[in-house]
Each structure stands twice: as structure tokens, then as C-alpha cells.
């Protein structure tokens, strides 16, 4: 926690006030920094991705990236909303507390996001904490109707199963797709047939490729699948 307050103290340096963020400008990364995968596929698409997502890679300490988060690259006009449960708060300066509102990691601390992934803000959103305490480290699926035990928003759980809400499927999908090519993990094969079909399902928006730059000017890496979603189908196994 020492460390990470240092951090973001020399992060925020050249900030007078401390107490505001920079303003957030169009990401340093060309929207055709992926241009030479155009005729990539399989693994030496992944690998290219791999290395590209890579190169001048920030990495920006989690305390940092939180508060980014809620200040900057989701907030609007100082409402937040959150993934799950379309929630709506009113953030200006101050933080929510963590026992209210806090960050959802699509790929589950538990099972890797861990180091520079942990604060990676392309696979983090602000997330309702019981919501956030109901998704826990289960993987995402498609969730029957017979067998709900929790339900918001469309936002479903059953039996070891999440399923976000149709909004935000595309979203989930391409950040945990991300995930996996940036930081070399794996996605299980029941999983990754249900996140190919929210992609396809739910394709990228305005919304989803603004909040990508923004988030790019910060860590100077871009997310390959926001910008081109038909990566995705090109990639037999993530």
C-alpha cells in the first residue's frame, strides 16, 4: 500500500493540485496500429496482437487506475454506471466506498490478474460490490431462466454461472479476449463459445471505443478487439 501511494504520488506529479486529473486526450496509439495483421490469423495473429499490445505499455499503479476509473475514463458528467446493474452514482472528487461501489475485474484477480495485469483498465469497470461479490471469480455463461438465484438489470447468476447483461456482453467479451492475448492466459473452451457469440452479438459502440481511448491515453496500449472485433473469429483458440 506504501508503494502503490508513492506511485501514484510521482504518477500525479506534474499535477499542482493533485486533486484533478490531466485531461483526458485521444490515445498516442494510431487507430491502424494493427494494421499489419490484416491478413493474420491463428496463432501468429494472437502473437502479433501479443507483442503490439505491448509495445510502450504504461503500467499505472491499481490505487491510480481505480481512481482513473471513476474520475475520468467512466465517468460522465459525474455519474458512474455501473457494469452489472446499470446503476447510476453521482462521483465527483471523492471515491465511492469499496463496500458500496468498486472494481470489477473481467478476468478474476484469483485466476491472473495479477502485477501490472491487476491494474490493466482495459478488463476493469466500475461494478456494484454485491454484484461484484455475486460474479466472484465464476465464469461467464449463459444462465436459464429456470434456475436464476440472482437477477439485476438482466445481470443473472446460477449454479456457478454469471451472465452480465446484454448491454455490456460484447463489452465483457472483448476485454476478457484481451486478457487473454496481452497477458498470455487462456480462456476454457465453454466459456470462450459463449464470449465468441456476445461479441458477435453485441458489437463495439461509440461508447466502448471512446472509453478504449481514453483508457489508451493512459496506458498507451489500445484494445485490438474494440477497434477490430473480427480478430476474434480469426483466433481458433483463445
Known amino acids: 500500500p506504501i508503494r502503490d501511494a508513492l506511485d501514484e504520488l510521482v504518477f500525479f506529479s506534474l499535477d499542482s493540485s493533485l486533486s484533478r486529473f490531466l485531461p483526458v486526450e485521444r490515445s498516442s496509439i494510431p487507430e491502424d496500429a494493427f494494421s499489419e495483421c490484416a491478413e493474420l490469423s491463428g496463432d501468429e495473429l494472437r502473437r502479433q496482437l501479443f507483442r503490439i499490445t505491448g509495445i510502450n505499455y504504461k503500467s499505472i499503479p491499481y490505487t491510480t487506475a481505480r481512481r482513473i476509473i471513476f474520475t475520468q475514463v467512466d465517468n460522465h458528467n459525474n455519474v458512474v454506471e455501473d457494469l452489472y446493474t446499470a446503476r447510476q452514482l453521482r462521483i465527483t472528487d471523492t471515491l465511492p466506498d469499496a463496500s458500496d461501489v468498486n472494481i470489477e475485474h473481467t478476468w478474476p484477480q484469483s485466476l491472473g490478474a495479477v502485477g501490472v495485469a491487476k491494474s490493466d483498465m482495459h478488463h476493469l469497470f466500475p461494478c ?48 476478457m479476449f484481451y486478457f487473454a492475448v496481452r497477458y498470455e492466459k487462456s480462456v476454457d473452451s465453454r466459456q470462450e463459445e459463449t464470449l465468441r457469440a456476445w461479441n458477435t452479438m453485441d458489437p463495439p459502440d461509440q461508447d466502448e471505443l471512446t472509453r478504449m481511448q481514453n483508457v489508451s491515453s493512459f496506458q498507451n496500449n489500445s484494445n485490438p478487439f474494440v477497434l477490430h472485433p473480427e480478430f476474434i473469429d480469426r483466433i481458433q483458440d483463445f
Open 128 to 175: 456494484d460490490s454485491k454484484a461484484n461479490n455475486v460474479r466472484a471469480n465464476y465464469p461467464f455463461g449463459t444462465v436459464p431462466a429456470s434456475s436464476v438465484t440472482w437477477s439485476v438489470a438482466g445481470s443473472k447468476y446460477a449454479n456457478g454461472t454469471f451472465e452480465p447483461r446484454d448491454q455490456v456482453k460484447g463489452d465483457v467479451a472483448r476485454a
